[in-house]
Each structure stands twice: as C-alpha cells, then as structure tokens.
C-alpha cells in the first residue's frame, strides 16, 4: 500500500511542490519513490511509483520529454515530479497539457530543495502508512483467531479510527484463479507456482480494495488469510461492496472474485461469527451470485438453529427411496429441475435429453416421493430437503 499523491503536498519538503497538472489523478497511490534520469530504465519500473527527474539525459528536449511521460505513463506509474536543476530550469508548457490529458499528477520542486529530502520525506510515509495498516490487520487477526478484547487493544482500535459507536458488516472477499497450468511464466520470463500465483493475487486484492476505500476518504480496515480477503464495512455501502467486485474483475483477468457480506456487526466482540457467516454465505450461495449476503439466507439460517442429525432425518423422511444408490440419476435430474425453476424443456436441453425422457424421469420421481411436483405445497417440501441437503454437505 501507498499514499495517495494528493497527500504528499502535506509533508516536509513536498509542501513546497507546486501542481501542475494531471489533478484527476491525483487519488493515484504512491507505493515508492524512484529517481529516474535515464528513459531506458522504465523498463525497471513496477507502478505506482513517483518518478523524480531533473533532465540530466533529457535536458530541454520537449520530444524526449513526451516520449518518457508517455512511457511511463504505460507503465502506471502514480505521478512524475519535476525539480527544476540547471539541464531543466522550466517545465514545458506542452508537458502540462499531456498530463493533463493523460491524468498524471505533474508536480514541480524549485531548485533549491534536495531530491532526497524529497524522497525520504515520502517514502517516510509511506513506511507509516504500512505499519499503521499491518497494526489494524493484526487486531483484526487476533480478534478473529480468539484473542481476547482487551481494553489495550480497544484502546489501540480506538486510536487507530475505529468507532464503536458505528455499525458495520464483515465483507469476505474470495479469490478463485482461473484453472491453468501448475507453473505459469510471467513476461519478465520468471516461472511462478501455483501457490505463489495466489499469494500474489490476494496481494493485489488487497491492495486494489485498499486503494478504492481511501479513494471514498474512509478508514481502511482490511486483513487476509491464504483463502481470501477481510473488509470490515460500515453499515450502508453494500452498493460499494458490489462495485468492488466489478473493478476487481476488470483488473485482475482471469481471477473470479466473490463477496459475503454478513449481518451488521454490533459489537467487534462478533467479529468472528460475522466472518464466519460472511463465508457461509458465499458457500451456500448460488456460484453465479457476485455478492451474496447473509441476511438474505433466511432459510440457511433457520437451519443453523436446528440439530444436523434432525435436519438429515428430515430430508431423508421427504425424498426416500431417491437417496438410494441406484437413484442417483433420478436425485441429480430433480435437483437440475429445480434449479431451472422447474422447467422441464430447459432442464431437458440441460442434461441433453427428449423432452419426453425428461417427463419419464419427472414420473419415476413423483412415484418414488410419492408427491406431485406441481403442487405448490409438496414442491416445497422437496425443495427444503434439497436445500438441507445442500447445507449438510457444505457443513461436512
């Protein structure tokens, strides 16, 4: 994580910046600072960098001027700043209207301020920033691996931003890659495992997710694990939840990403049952659903209150016969019928069958339930002790 460019103009040394252009970017995160006088090395660069040069190579040369902001535009970079030095006493006025167009941030530092000044100044920060972050998602950790509430940790909560006073919601975000080779080479030509692609995508998960939340100017509360990412949310922005995920999906191809979102959080004690419940909902939740929250699982969550055994005797006392080894087809065919909102011609074209072997196996079923599934109340039934069923087996 970084500082948005906006923020550097604050600091020792940076307040005497002075903006350019570029200020829609200026929400761009700073991860490092990184001086660069020679165009040939932006092939080095990562994103997220402010680029300090001076025009050592480049001297007054508006061409090679635009051709590297250009450049390190491609390469995302977070801002360019200019100190003004003997080989570039002025920024070109044409370098203004690019950044401007381009919506990178185009700083200038007068002469007499040093560029590292500059650069510890930020990339003191920076190291703040990170470590006021890496504090926030311990608390988190320890809170939802049992560590007890302690009023110095409250205390800490409290002066790192936390309200009490406000409500919230756990936000569990679930990375799942895209099936592809064990070893995958990225363009540098380093070859990365399996494991590692995942760490590193829940990384930049991360990242992206912290980066969006202090673009909306609020206090970032994230932490993760190796299955996904933690948010905790205030109370009324399930709309930005749903955006997330959109702007995660456009930025990391390849990757599907899905939230729960659990019920509204009271008291920091619950953290753990909330993060629990945000998983359940991405669990039992339809695969096709982005965002799917807890409280809308009315009837997963009646099923939580009762005992497992209870709940299998009673799926087991409403489909019978079908549970049998030999009925598997049959079971399977009744739980892609439902699925499909009991449309045979659509559960036929689903399983590659004549609609009249569909009609022939809906018969077999409705004579071994002993139920007709036209009926509104026996419907029901069958689907609550589907539905059980689905609940015990994400429960194993």
Known sequence: MGIPCRMIMNLPYANQFQLLAGASGLNNQIQWVHILEEPKYVEWLRGGELIIMTGVVTGEDKKKLEDLILRLFEKEVAGVLIALSTFLPAVPPELCTLCDRLGLPLFMAPAHVRTLDISQSICFAIFQRRKRADEKAELLQNLLYGKRLSEKRVQRLQALGFDGTRRYRVVW????????????????GMTFYEEEREEQHLFEVANILRERIQREKEICWLTSDDEGVLWLMETGREGLAEEMVHVLGEKLPGVAIRAGVSEELTDIRDLKSCAEHARQALELGRAEVPVVCYDDMVVY????????????RMAGRILGDLLLPENRDLLDTLMCYVSHDCNAKKTAERLFLHVNSMHYRLDKIEALLGRDLRDREDLFDVMLALKIRGYLGQME
């Open 173 to 188: 975000f679930q990375v799942t890659i895209s099936m592809q080779p064990e070893l995958e080479a990225n363009p540098s």
């Open 301 to 312: 969550q009646l099923f939580g209150r009762a005992l497992p055994q209870e709940l299998e």
